[in-house]
C-alpha cells in the first residue's frame, strides 16, 4: 500500500510555472487583434454632470468607440446589482440606488467611471480619454460613516434620506439590557476598524469577446467566482440566459476577497465588443485604479460594550456600529457588517446575552465589499480589545479571564445560535501561554528599557466562521490516457487547490497524484460553484469532490463485479484496484476506466464512462479558532512600533497538507499586522480627495517590516464534513490586528496611554504619547 499523502506538507506543484515565469495571468494572454479599453474617471468626490465632449476623443487616431452612460441606458444595459440585499434582514427597506457602468447624471465619489474609450493601442485610448471635456458642478462631499448620518450632512442620494441605507439588529435586546442593569463591571469602547484596500498584487484586468452569430460572449478575466459573477452580468446587465456568457480565468494573482464581483469595466469591455463586431476588447487596471476604483473593506466604527459578574463572568455584549459602505452597495457590502460580523459576535466566548446595532451610511468614497476575514476581523476586534480592557480596568489577568469565558464544551451554539460542533479554544490558548514565555517578559521589557524603548506583550484569541456560501459542486472525470480531471466550483487565487485537492484526491481513488488535474474557474468546464470566500474552498468544495468520487468509485465497483463476475460486496478496493477478497482476481481503476468507454463491457442498465458528479448541499459552518502571541517595541521619541515576535497556534481541523497550511495563515497575519501597524485608506475629510491612491501613500507590510511567523497547530477534525477540515484562509487576518494593537497598548500603559485606533502609525503613537506625557488634552485616538 503506497503512504497516504493527505497530510503531508507536500510542495505546491503550481510553483513550477510562477517561479519559471511560466504563470498565465489575464495580462499575458494572447488576443490577436484586440483592441483597448481607457476609462475616464471623476476627478471629484461629488459633481452634477452638466455635459460630456467626446467630439475630439472620436477624431483622434485609432479610437474606435467612445461610450458615455447615455449610450449604456440607451443600449438597454442595466446596473450592477447588489445580491447581499436579499440576504439582509434589515429593519425597514435596503436602500439599493442603481450603479451603472458609467455615471449618469452625477458622480459620487473620487473614481467613478464617467466615460470609456476603446482604441487600437493602450497609448492611444490614453491620449483619446484625456481629451474627452466633461462639465461638472462640484457638490459638497462626506466621506465618514458617523459624519455622513449626522444632521446636515452633504445628502449622497435622495432615495436614502438622511443617507441611511440600512438599519440592522440582531439579538435579544431586553435579555442584553437586563444584565448590564445587573452587571458588577462594565467596559464600553469607541472602536474604529479602518477603510483598507486589498492591494493584490496582479490588478484586475479582463479580455471580452463577442460572437454575433450566436449573440453569445466570452469574458476571461482575474477574478475569483466565475459563476456569481456571470450571473449578475447576465441576469441583471445583460438580460441574457447565462449559458450565452462563458467565464473563465487563468492564474490569478491575488485577489483577497477584492475579485469576487462583477466591476464596470467588465460591463464596458463586454458591451464593447458586442458594438465592434465582436473584435476582442481587452483592459488592465493601472496601480492607481486599483486604489480608487476597485473596492474598499472594512470602515465599520461604534461603541462596543460588555457586561461582567463580579468573577469575572461574561454576561452581556452589545455593539452599536456604523458601516461606511462608500458611494453604492457593492455585491456582497451590505452583508459584511451585519451577517457576516454576527456570525462571529462573542467569538470563543461563552456570551449568554448579545446585541448588535448597525446602521449603514452611503459616503462619497468608493464602494465597500468583502476583504480578507469580511466581518470576523471587526468582530473579533471588538471582543478582544473589550476583554482585554475589562481586564486592565477591573483587575483581572487577561489570561484568566479569557480561560474563565471560553467556550470548552461542545456540541453548543454561537451567541447568536449558530451550530458549533467542535472547537479547540481552550487548549489553543493554554498552548499559546507556554509559548508565550510570560515569565521571562518582565524580564524581556527590562532589556527593552535599558535601551530606551517600551515592550509590550499581547496575547488574545480569535475565532473564524468558515463557509462563504452554502453548497458547492464537483465532479470527477476520467481520461483514455489514464488521467483524470477532478472539478470544482470552488477556485484557487493562491491557495495551492492544484496540490491540495489531488492530493486527497489521489488517496480516496489510489491513483498517482501526477495523474489528477484541477479543472475550475471555467463556466464552459464547470457546471457551477460558489467560487472563493469565506476560507470555504476545502470542506466545501472539497467533500462536493469526495462525494463525487465515491460515486464514481460506485460505478467502478458495479463494473468491476461484472468483469470479475462476482458480487459487488465481494470485492475489496485499495491501491486504485478493485479485487474479489480471497482471490488474486483483480481489476485497476484505469483499467475500468477504458472498458467503461465501451458499450459492449457494461452490465445492462450501465451508462457508459466512470465520471460523476455532485452536489454538496451543506449550510454548516466549521469554527476554526486559536490564540496569539505578539510582542512589540515602541520607541517612544518617534512613536515607532517594531514587531519583535510572532506566534500562532491554530486549530483547523485535519491538515491535508500542513505546509500550505502554514502560508496560508502566515500571508493573513502579513495583512493582518499590516492592518495593525500601517494601513489606512485615507480621503480628505472637505473635498473628498483620495490621499492613499498609491503604493506611495498606502502603506504595504514588506518582508522587513514582519518576524518570523511561526504557526503551530492543533488538529481537532471537525464531523461536519468527511475530510474534518476546517477554514484556514482567512485566520491570520482576523487573528493578527488585535493581538498586535493590544501589545502596543501593553507598551503605551506605561506611559498611561490607555486607546488608540489602527492603523497604530508612528505619527499616532507619537501623538498619543504627547498626550499622556503633557496632559494636553489632545486625543489619543488622533
Known sequence: MPEALSGRPLRRREDARFLTGAGRFTADVEAPGALHL??????????????????????????????????????????????????????????????HALALGRVRHVGEPVACVVADTAHEARDAAEAIQVAYDPLPAVVDGRAALAPGAPEVWEEAPGNRAFRFERGDRAAVEAAFARAAHTVSLDLVNQRLHAAPIEPRAAVARHDPASDSFDLLLSGQGVHGIRAQLARSVFRVPEERLRLHCPDVGGG????NFPFPEHVLVLHASRLLGGRPVQWVADGSEEFQAA?????????????????????????DMVANLGAYCSSFGPGVPT???????????DVPAALLEVRGAFTNTLPVDAYRGAGKPEANTMMERLVDAAARRCGFDPLALRRRNLITRFPRRSAFGIPMDTGAFAEALDAAEALADR???????????????LRGFGLACFLETARGSPGEWAAVRFAADGTVDLAVGTQSNGQGHETSFPQFAADRLGLPVESLRLVQADTATVARGNGHGGARSLHMGGTALVMAIDKALERARRLAAHLLQAAPDELAFAGGRFAVRGTERGVDLAALARAACDPANLPDG???????????????????????????????DTGAVELLRYQAMDDYGRLVNPLLTEGQVQG??????????????????DSGQLLSASPMDYALPRAADLPPLPVRFLQVPTESNPLGTKGAGQAGAIAAPHTVVLAVLDALALLGVSEIDMPATPERVWRAIRAARHGSGASPRA
Do not use: W
Open 439 to 453: 515569565d521571562g517578559f518582565a524580564a524581556r521589557r527590562a532589556d527593552s528599557e535599558a535601551r530606551g524603548k
Open 38 to 99: 481607457r476609462v475616464l474617471r471623476s476627478p471629484h468626490a461629488h459633481a452634477r454632470l452638466l455635459g460630456i465632449d467626446t467630439a475630439a476623443a472620436r477624431s483622434m487616431p485609432g479610437v474606435r468607440l467612445v461610450l458615455t452612460g447615455t449610450d449604456l441606458a440607451a443600449a438597454g444595459l442595466g446596473p450592477l446589482p447588489c445580491p447581499a440585499a436579499a440576504a439582509v434582514k434589515t429593519d425597514g427597506p435596503l436602500a439599493v440606488p442603481e450603479r
Open 339 to 349: 451577517n457576516s460580523v454576527s456570525n462571529a459576535f462573542g467569538t470563543v466566548y
Open 295 to 319: 473596492v474598499h473593506a472594512r470602515d465599520l466604527q461604534g461603541t462596543a460594550r460588555l457586561a461582567l459578574d463580579a468573577e469575572g463572568r461574561f454576561l452581556a455584549l452589545h455593539a
Open 606 to 636: 450501465m451508462s457508459r464512462g466512470l465520471d460523476a458528479e455532485a452536489d454538496n448541499p451543506s449550510d454548516l459552518i466549521t469554527f476554526p479558532g486559536g490564540a496569539h502571541i505578539a510582542e512589540v517595541e515602541v520607541d517612544p
Open 668 to 685: 493573513g497575519l502579513a495583512q493582518g499586522i499590516g492592518q495593525a501597524l500601517m494601513e489606512r485608506v485615507a480621503y480628505d475629510p
Open 256 to 259: 483577497f476577497g477584492l475579485k
